[in-house]
């Protein structure tokens, strides 16, 4: 482990009680759990995509105005995350997963990198980079089978295809914001892993799991609002730092 990466926390009898005795987890992660993967964030030096920044093209409004700008930005991201791999951190997860009575993993990404580590109890709040849909009749596709044809993908009925994600001004899957929730709001312990905390509903949950008594420990190399009332905040890699996590359980 890397001097970058403060052991102080680790090592405080709190975090490890907290860690071996929880049996209801909750964690929420973001972009930073798959930049050991290679997939660029959102928000950061690395976090830009030509000069755009995501509020200008995860939108309807920037969709309908220029679409095959926004198609090529989701296919740039498809071909990075096709070729990338889970990391430690994702497959820890998927390790802790299994070791307790409750686990629910939440994520706000879209690239699937959770499910390809063997995480079960998963829920994506904000879509999936491998499925469009049809802006018509609604019918969802993957994205490998809708790219065969224009560069904006069409539907069989004929309808314009925009990619299965949740833009700015959209709602979430109401299920998987339900399911977060209550998450959230029945665990002990709550992880807040790889994101900045900016974007809501996703960056309330953290503050909801702390007010129902769970113990909330952020992991991210950068101070975020909720280092402000984390109880630990565990500044690192994610893809570090969550195995260093699952080795104090498993000790
Ligand atoms: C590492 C690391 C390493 C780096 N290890 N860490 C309340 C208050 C204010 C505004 C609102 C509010 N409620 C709703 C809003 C409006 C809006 C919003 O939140 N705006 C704010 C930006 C001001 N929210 C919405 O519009 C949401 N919908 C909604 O609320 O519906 C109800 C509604 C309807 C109609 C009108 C009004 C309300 C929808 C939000 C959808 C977000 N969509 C995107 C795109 C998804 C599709 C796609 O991928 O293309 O989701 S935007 C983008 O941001 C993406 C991400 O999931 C999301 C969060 O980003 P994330 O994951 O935190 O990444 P980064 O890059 O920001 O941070 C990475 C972090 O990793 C950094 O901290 C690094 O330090 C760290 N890091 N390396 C660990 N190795
Ligand atoms: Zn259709």
Not at 79 to 84: F, H, L, Q
Not at 117 to 124: D, P, W
Not at 185 to 191: E, M
Request: net charge negative.
């Amino acid at each position: 482990m890397p001097d970058s990466v403060s052991r102080q926390g680790l090592e405080d009898s709190r975090l490890v009680r907290a860690i071996r005795e929880s049996g209801r987890v909750g964690v929420l992660t973001g972009a930073g759990i798959s930049a050991e993967s290679g997939i660029p964030t959102f928000r950061g030096a690395e976090g830009l995509w030509k000069k755009f920044r995501p509020e200008e093209l995860a939108n309807f409004d920037a969709f309908m105005a220029n679409p095959e700008l926004v198609w090529a930005w989701y296919r740039f991201r498809r071909d990075i995350v096709r070729k990338a791999e889970p990391n430690p951190g994702h497959r820890a997860l998927a390790a802790w997963e299994t070791r307790v009575g409750e686990f629910t993993l939440i994520t706000q990404n879209v690239d699937g990198l959770h499910a390809r580590a063997g995480s079960k109890h998963l829920v994506e709040l904000h879509g999936n980079l491998e499925r469009d849909r049809c802006l018509d009749c609604g019918r969802t596709c993957t994205g490998a089978r809708a790219e065969e044809g224009d560069p904006i993908p069409v539907c069989s009925c004929g309808g314009r295809m925009r990619p299965d994600v949740v833009w700015f001004g959209e709602y979430l899957p109401e299920d998987a914001l339900i399911q977060a929730d209550r998450a959230a709001a029945g665990c002990d312990l709550f992880l807040a892993v790889g994101t900045s905390a900016v974007v809501h509903p996703a960056a309330s949950l953290p503050r909801l799991a702390k007010r129902r008594g769970a113990m909330l420990i952020e992991i991210n190399p950068e101070p975020t609002p909720v280092s402000a009332y984390a109880d630990f905040t565990l500044y690192g890699p994610a893809g570090q730092l969550l195995p260093e996590l699952l080795r104090i359980l498993d000790a």
